[in-house]
C-alpha cells in the first residue's frame, strides 16, 4: 500500500474555488430552507438537471461552451423546467415530489442520450454531476456575484410569500442554472439540502446564519482537504459537508436536551 502523500494548498486555485462555493451557498440556503418547509426536496435535482439538459443540447449544436447562447439555452430550460413544476403544483399538489423525480429522470435520460454519440460524452456527464469548482474563472465569479445579489434582493426584500408560487421557482431555476455550471449537481442538491436539514430542529432565526456557516466551513475545510490529498474536490466537499451538518445536527439536538446526556 502507498503512503498516503499530503500536498501543499494552492490558495490561488482553492481560493476561487472557494468563493464560488459561497457564492452558492449565499442563494442556496435560503431557498434550501423554503424547499425543505415545502416538502419538495428533489425539485433542485430536477431543476439542476434540466438546466444540464440544456447546456448539453447547447453544446450539441456547437455553440461556444461558456458563450451566452449556452447560458440562455441553460436559463430557457431551467425556466421552462419551472414553469412546468409551478403548474403541476397548482394542478396535482399531492403527488408534486414524484413529479419532480420523474422529471429528473426524464432530463437525466435525455442528457445521456444527447451525448450517446459524443466521444466525450462521459467527461461532459461527470463534469455536469461533480463540477469543476477548482477551474473558474473570474468571469464566472462576477456573473455569479451579480445573480446572486438579484436573487438576494428578491428574496427578502419581496419574501417568500410576495414571491408566491411562480416566483419562487423562477428565483431558483435562475439560481441553480448558475450554481450548476460552477460546482455540479451533487454540490448543488448539497448544498441547498444538507444545511437546511442540519439547522432544522433550530431557532428560527438562528437557522439561516446556522446554516450559512456550517456551509461555509465545509466548503473551506473540503477545498482544503482534497487539494492536501489530491482527491476530487466535488466528491470531498460533499462527504466533508455531510460531517458536518450532522456535527451541527447533534450538537442542535444536544442543546435541546441538555440532560439527556452526562
Not at 501543499?8 to 449565499?26: C, M, R, Y
Not at 431555476?173 to 430542529?201: C, D, E, K, N
Not at 431557532?203 to 446554516?211: D, H, K, T, V
Amino acid at each position: 500500500m502507498s503512503s498516503l502523500t499530503l500536498h501543499p494548498v494552492d490558495w490561488s486555485i482553492v481560493g476561487p474555488a472557494l468563493i464560488a462555493g459561497l457564492l452558492v451557498l449565499a442563494t442556496h440556503v435560503p431557498l434550501g430552507l423554503q424547499v425543505l418547509r415545502k416538502g419538495i426536496v428533489f425539485i433542485d435535482l430536477a431543476i439542476a438537471q434540466i438546466a444540464g439538459l440544456g447546456v448539453i443540447a447547447a453544446d450539441n449544436l456547437g455553440w461556444e461552451p461558456q458563450g451566452w447562447g449556452v447560458q440562455g439555452a441553460a436559463v430557457a430550460a431551467a425556466l421552462l423546467g419551472a414553469a412546468l413544476l409551478t403548474w403541476t403544483e397548482r394542478r396535482w399538489p399531492d403527488i408534486q415530489e414524484a413529479l419532480i423525480g420523474t422529471l429528473f429522470v426524464l432530463a437525466s435520460c435525455g442528457g445521456i442520450l444527447l451525448l450517446a454519440g459524443n466521444p466525450h460524452g462521459g467527461e461532459h456527464l461527470k463534469d455536469l454531476l461533480v463540477g469543476q469548482i477548482l477551474w473558474v474563472t473570474p468571469s464566472q465569479l462576477g456573473a455569479m456575484a451579480g445573480l446572486s445579489a438579484l436573487v438576494l434582493a428578491l428574496w427578502f426584500g419581496l419574501g417568500a410569500g410576495r414571491l408566491g408560487r411562480a416566483g419562487f421557482y423562477v428565483l431558483f431555476a435562475l439560481a441553480v442554472t448558475a450554481s450548476v455550471q460552477l460546482v455540479g449537481v451533487y454540490l448543488v442538491f448539497s448544498s441547498l439540502i444538507m444545511p437546511a436539514l442540519a439547522v432544522r430542529r433550530a431557532s428560527p432565526r438562528w437557522q439561516l446564519p446556522l446554516a450559512w456557516g456550517l456551509g461555509a466551513i465545509a466548503y473551506a475545510l473540503g477545498l482544503a482537504l482534497s487539494a492536501m490529498l489530491d482527491w476530487p474536490s466535488g466528491a470531498v466537499v460533499v462527504l466533508t459537508m455531510a460531517v458536518v451538518a450532522c456535527v451541527v445536527a447533534a450538537l442542535i439536538g444536544r442543546s435541546e436536551h441538555p440532560t439527556a446526556v452526562r
